[in-house]
């Protein structure tokens, strides 16, 4: 048996820890692994665990101290020759080499195999203290940046609840949670999620409460309900906007000839008015054709992409009551003038509220065009459980160098937002740079 020194671990270069909690008293019997004393960052609490079964012969460190990796925190009379990596799996794990997000300090040394038996100690700072050991601790328990901030009491209550704090948003100071957060948690579980989101591909979310404001209290207001329309869509776009990995990429298309055309094809049929948007449409069908991963869902169980072989397409209308997206079934099997016709038809439908649900459901892919309105870039949220949606701008006459000299083109710009999960960046921009190249020459969209 011999006295042994447990350090603070690698925590991620911290410095200047205060010590908040202490687990155990001398005289205690202490196992491999359990708490000695608890650090508080500002980013989370961690204890710090014995190296060794034994007993605790002498704490030094109190409440209030401040520690870094390597100090000493107490001596313990081993037992047993225990250490954490002696009671590992045979298979050494490659956790003591594994990267933390701070650089290791210089006389650490985790990544040497540990002995494995306790060597004798060749230099003590006492006559009966002996260095630790290396010790392999898990990172993730004691990565500020990965450890739940709560106190090991309200560890302890939400491990008893089955609660995992990693779900918990605190309301404490600097965000640590406390055991009221855990009891509110169990509570809105109970009562069917609450105001805890959770989508079958994800986890859930629980959110700090609203701010409780008292806005008269500042100057004259006036209440307005919101309509029917916009507490669906807000609740739509609330949980998307929550759960999906949003990523937007820009881009531009020169749509000089294709406007020339548009105008052209207005000329000739008057009884439909031909906008934009429906090349935007015919464009998209082929982007989605040469870029299925675009044309697709994830499952319920978030594992599978679901791809469809069908292109039905989403406009968001604008109507005085808010947003809705109806649908233009198989789009490509319609002509530019047929998906004008439907165009206007939907849009009308929307503003004076007809839309039945059947006419906003199955869409693959939405557009969303503000070009009647303006602006230059926007980004649009993806209409789950679509994988992406193309926000439109209005475009404008723009310089363009063509190698020579600069010429006015007609520059269209246009913002694709992407759920990341299904998408990758360079696959995006892929899809952008395709989708302005059918746009710039719609002599494309018939091939
Ligand atoms: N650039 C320049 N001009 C454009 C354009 C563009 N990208 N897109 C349309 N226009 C022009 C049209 O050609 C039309 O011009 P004229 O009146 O001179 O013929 C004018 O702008 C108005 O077009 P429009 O908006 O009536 O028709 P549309 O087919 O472009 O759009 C619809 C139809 C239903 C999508 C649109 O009316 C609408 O509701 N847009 C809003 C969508 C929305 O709110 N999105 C936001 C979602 S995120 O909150």
Known sequence: ?????ARVPDIGGFADIPVIEILVAVGDR?????????????????????????????????LGDTVAEGSVVALIEQEGGLTVEETAEPEPEPVAAAPVPAAPAPEATPAAPAPATSAPAPAASTPAATQSPPVSFDSARVDPAKVAYASPAVRLFARELGV????????GRNGRILKEDVQRFVKSALAGGGTVPVVSAGGGLNLLPWPKVDFARFGEVETQPLSRIKKISGANLAR?????????????????EMEAFRKRLGEENKEVKITPLVFMIKAAVAALQAFPTFNASLDDSGENLVLKKYFHIGIAVDTPDGLVVPVIRDCERKGLLQLAGELAEISKKARDKKLGPAEMSGGCFSISSLGGIGGTAFTPIVNAPEVAILGVS?????PVWNGKEFT??????????YDHRVIDGALAARFAAFYARQLSDIRRLLL
Not at 1 to 5: A, D, I, P, T
Not at 240 to 256: G, K, L, Y
């Open 408 to 417: 006015p083109r007609l520059m269209l710009p246009l913002s694709l937002s």
């Open 164 to 171: 995992d704090l990693d779900k918990l948003a605190g309301t």
């Open 394 to 398: 209005r475009s404008s006459m723009q």
């Open 30 to 62: 202490v196992k491999v692994d359990q708490g000695l004393v608890t650090l508080e960052s500002d980013k989370a609490t961690m204890e710090v665990p014995a190296p060794y079964t034994g007993i605790v012969r002498e704490l030094k460190v109190k």
């Open 1 to 5: 048996m011999s006295v042994k020194e």
């Open 240 to 256: 998307n906007w929550a759960m999906i990995p949003h990523v937007t990429q820009f881009e531009q298309a020169d749509i000089t």
